[in-house]
């Protein structure tokens, strides 16, 4: 799907549930999945309190986990609502549309009451499961995906501006870059920095510095970048910020292998001529974060990360075996591929 097809559908899938919430007029089936647990959670927020009145205990009933029971759900499913329009089951992390929802798949099937409703809220399905199609046949399916970064970038900016603050686009671009593109975490944070600049109307990067969490795999992001421009002692700072994090040693290079085997997937596939988009799916990345591995994997050469690959494998080994402790096994990695090249 090209990026454009991409944001197109983005666009229609929020555009719809916005205009069932607008109009009030529900489908007796909803299936909210997708990667963005943000987005999951607000819809489901939104839609139970839509179609529930607040309080109304007696036909909201929600369910979570593998161990829901169909057989139970059914028999509620059967029962008239009290004194309502409608009754309202919402089932979240089922995993219903992977394996074990065929029962229920053929009561939607056969025909559930014209008051009973469901929301499903899963973070994965497999589409070619029975309940998947039941569901496509007779409600409306949601793929909440991972939001693109102009898309994040404008959502920062609106809740900045909701909040009666600013911020210049470059420093909401950082501030993305800085506490990852995971839109909970994202409205986390901005709490803490709205909170953290109460008497100021500006948000800047020295504030997003003094109280926004760095997330991990963007401390190694940065270390890795390092390394490739050969600033050994910027590298080597933040190996050590993360030991005084009590992030362990061996954690650490198992998540800049991952790096590394991230960045040889981008290089492989923009070498191929795909896109961001296309590459962000072929490797399992957020749209966001593929766009800054691909231009770190211009400064690496296909044969020398896989180079790296495989000395971490062998770094790792050598730890498992005692000839080398799991600290200075990291250093020596880092400062041999952040040596300046003679």
Not at 93 to 109: E, H, P, S
Not at 219 to 228: G, T
Not at 271 to 287: C, D, N, T, V
Request: glycine fraction near 6%.
């Amino acid at each position: 799907m090209s990026k454009r097809r991409y944001l197109l559908y983005n666009t229609r899938v929020m555009k719809s549930l916005n205009e069932d919430l607008k109009t009030g007029k529900f489908k007796q089936i909803y299936l909210l999945y997708g990667p963005e647990r943000y987005l999951r959670r607000q819809y489901k927020e939104k839609f139970t309190k839509a179609m529930v009145s607040g309080g109304d205990t007696m036909n909201y009933s929600f369910y979570e986990g593998k161990k829901t029971d169909i057989k139970e759900v059914i028999d509620l499913a059967e029962t008239l609502p009290f004194f309502a329009k409608r009754r309202l089951i919402v089932f979240e992390d089922t995993g219903f549309f992977k394996n074990g929802g065929n029962d229920l798949a053929d009561y939607i099937n056969d025909g559930i009451p014209g008051t009973t409703y469901f929301i499903f809220v899963e973070s994965e399905v497999d589409r070619r499961s029975r309940l998947y199609k039941a569901v496509r046949a007779k409600g409306h399916i949601a793929e909440l995906a991972a939001q693109d970064a102009d898309t994040l970038r404008k959502w920062v900016q609106g809740l900045v501006k909701k909040e009666g603050k600013q911020m210049q686009p470059s420093d909401v671009a950082y501030f993305i870059g800085k506490v990852g593109t995971d839109m909970e975490n994202i409205t986390k944070e901005l709490e803490k920095l709205c909170c953290y600049c109460l008497d100021r109307d500006t948000l800047t990067r020295p504030d997003i510095d003094a109280v926004c969490v760095t997330q991990i795999t963007n401390h190694i992001f940065d270390m890795v970048n390092a390394v490739a421009a050969k600033d050994q002692r910027r590298a080597l700072d933040l190996y050590y910020d993360l030991l005084a994090l009590k992030e362990p040693p061996m954690r650490i290079l198992a998540l800049m292998s991952k790096e590394y085997r991230d960045l040889f997937h981008v290089k492989a596939l923009a070498g191929q001529g795909y896109g961001r988009k296309e590459i962000a799916s072929g490797a399992g990345l957020h749209p966001f974060v593929a766009g800054k591995y691909m231009d770190l994997a211009k400064r690496f050469r296909a044969g020398e990360l896989r180079n790296v690959m495989e000395e971490s494998a062998d770094i790792e080994q050598r730890v498992k075996t005692g000839l080398l402790t799991d600290h200075l096994a990291v250093e020596l990695f880092i400062v041999k591929h952040s040596a300046a090249e003679k």
